[in-house]
């Protein structure tokens, strides 16, 4: 079972929006677990505080390394074998490279940020893994380690309807998903491509596979730079396809 460890301040929020739906059934199925630990528990004054001014002045409160660390350390006692993960801004972008490798594995650890971040001498005394969900701002770290886990949540065994319902996905291939599209045949004036009315399967993949690449293409040339695409096509290739739709 893939268990889940959120060191967080707000263990309320938990499992919160993962406790509906797709990760809300196989939670209740026992298909993964979440244990939602009060960072506060480790502060040892008596105000249980855990966050202090920056040093060097400016605005807000920081985290601090020490009572972080008591957290740290006894989630990593108590789960030795799971990935121990922080989410902040500062660190590397989340990937379904990472998710499948995070999913296949016996659970992960994460702590959560608040306030203005967390003492970076946690990252040099602690094998921490420090991820970000994107290049924007949140007010803290539970909506972004409620990403990690649902991404990696879908992918356990027996949670997705279809086993291969994931393979085609969106980043599975290095390539953008295809354009989905569904029933009424027509909409607004709007018609379904004829190809995927074909009933021609091997026409079908054609297409989808030629969406897949212009798409990657045109909406994230940096995805498709590094899918090896700009080799295979060259430029003048792009402007002509482009054409053609
Ligand atoms: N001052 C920090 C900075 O500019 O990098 C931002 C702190 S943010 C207000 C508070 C917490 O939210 C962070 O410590 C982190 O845990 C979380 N957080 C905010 N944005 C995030 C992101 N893009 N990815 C992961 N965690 C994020």
């Not at 967080?8 to 499992?15: D, R, S, W």
Request: proline share 7%; aromatic share 6%; with cysteine.
């Amino acid at each position: 079972m893939f268990a889940a460890t959120i060191l967080t301040l707000y263990p309320e929020m938990f499992p919160g929006p993962l406790g509906i739906s797709l990760a809300g059934r196989a939670l209740a199925e026992g298909r993964w677990s979440i244990e939602p630990v009060q960072i506060r528990d480790y502060a040892t004054d008596r105000h249980r505080s855990v966050d202090d001014t920056p040093a060097g002045g400016g605005a807000g409160m920081v985290m601090r390394a020490d009572v972080l660390a008591r957290a740290v350390d006894a989630a990593l006692d108590r789960r030795p074998d799971v990935p121990l993960l922080a989410m902040t801004p500062r660190g590397r972008p989340l990937s379904q490279e990472r998710v499948r490798t995070l999913a296949a594995g016996p659970g992960v650890t994460i702590l959560c940020g608040r306030f203005e971040g967390i003492d970076e001498r946690l990252f040099e005394g602690r094998a921490i893994e420090q991820v970000s969900v994107g290049d924007y701002v949140l007010s803290g770290g539970e909506m972004a380690a409620m990403v990690v886990l649902d991404a990696c949540i879908r992918l356990l065994p027996g949670v997705m309807g279809a086993a291969s319902s994931g393979d085609d996905e969106s980043f599975e291939t290095g390539l953008l998903e295809y354009p989905q599209y569904t029933r009424p045949v027509e909409w607004e004036g709007r018609t379904i491509p004829e190809v995927l009315r074909s009933g021609d399967h091997a026409a079908v993949n054609a297409w989808r596979h030629a969406r897949a690449e212009a798409d990657t293409r045109s909406r994230r040339p940096d995805l498709w730079e590094r899918h090896g695409g700009a080799r295979i096509h060259p430029p003048s290739g792009a402007r002509h396809e482009k054409k053609d739709r």
